[in-house]
């Protein structure tokens, strides 16, 4: 059962306008959730990240927004970069301390056309 | 600051085989995480070690195990090699357990090929 969802297994944006990640949960017990980009043979980095009582977060170009009611989190990133055509990894964490790992979804590669 | 580092960066191995992957995490970090990523399945949690001790499992047969060192170098071993076994394997650490606010930071990962 998949409890973080990215319905999305590909996105192209065309560079300049914005890209919007799409990323569902089903468990209400996740209060915190995260961001990672990866490039192919490499680990995930981390981009950014959210507490459950925001409902926005921003880091320059990247934005998350969270839907507690919803359980609908999304990223946006504009203006969109070459150097942005990455896989997209949701995650989110269990309360109660870091003992928990985090749950993927199965990720969004967002294309950047030039 | 040296990141986290896998070891090896790549193997083949045959079924029925064994393998141990090795991970040490950034200076300092105590937590260590291993991952498996598939491109059916994404990025799936094995285990999470903390201090020495297995602090939480995912799901995933008992053929595949770890451990974590005094120094917090940690390895994972799975035994009785599958060919769907084969897959990137990911370690993460974090910097303490309360990891609520602290982001995992990732190796590049082992990739695993079982023939």
């Keep these: ?114 | 600051k040296a990141g986290v580092t896998q070891t090896p960066r790549y193997l083949i191995k045959t079924r029925g085989q064994q393998v141990t992957l090795s991970c040490s995490p950034i200076s300092g970090h105590r937590s260590v995480s291993w991952y498996q990523q598939t491109p059916g399945q994404g990025l799936q949690f094995l285990f999470e070690y903390f201090s020495e001790t297995q602090r939480n499992k995912g799901n995933f047969p008992g053929r595949f195990s770890g451990r974590q060192f005094s120094n917090s170098r940690s390895e994972m071993n799975v035994s009785t090699l599958e060919l769907g076994d084969s897959a990137l394997y990911l370690c993460a650490s974090r910097s303490t357990s309360q990891g609520r606010n602290t982001e995992a930071f990732f190796g590049q990962g082992t990739r695993l090929t079982v023939v």
């Design chain 1, 1 to 114: 059962d998949q409890q973080v969802k990215q319905n999305s297994p590909s996105l192209s944006v065309q560079e300049g306008r914005i890209s919007i990640l799409n990323c569902d949960y089903t468990n209400s017990m996740f209060d915190y959730f995260l961001w990672y980009k990866k490039y192919p043979a490499e680990g995930p980095t981390f981009l950014i990240s959210i507490s459950s009582i925001k409902d926005k977060n921003e880091d320059g170009r990247f934005t998350v927004f969270l839907n507690k009611s919803a359980k609908h989190l999304s990223l946006h990133i504009v203006p969109s970069q070459p150097g942005d055509s990455a896989v997209y990894f949701c995650a989110a964490v269990y309360p109660g301390g870091g003992a928990d790992g985090l749950t993927f979804g199965k990720g969004t590669h967002l294309i950047i056309q030039p």
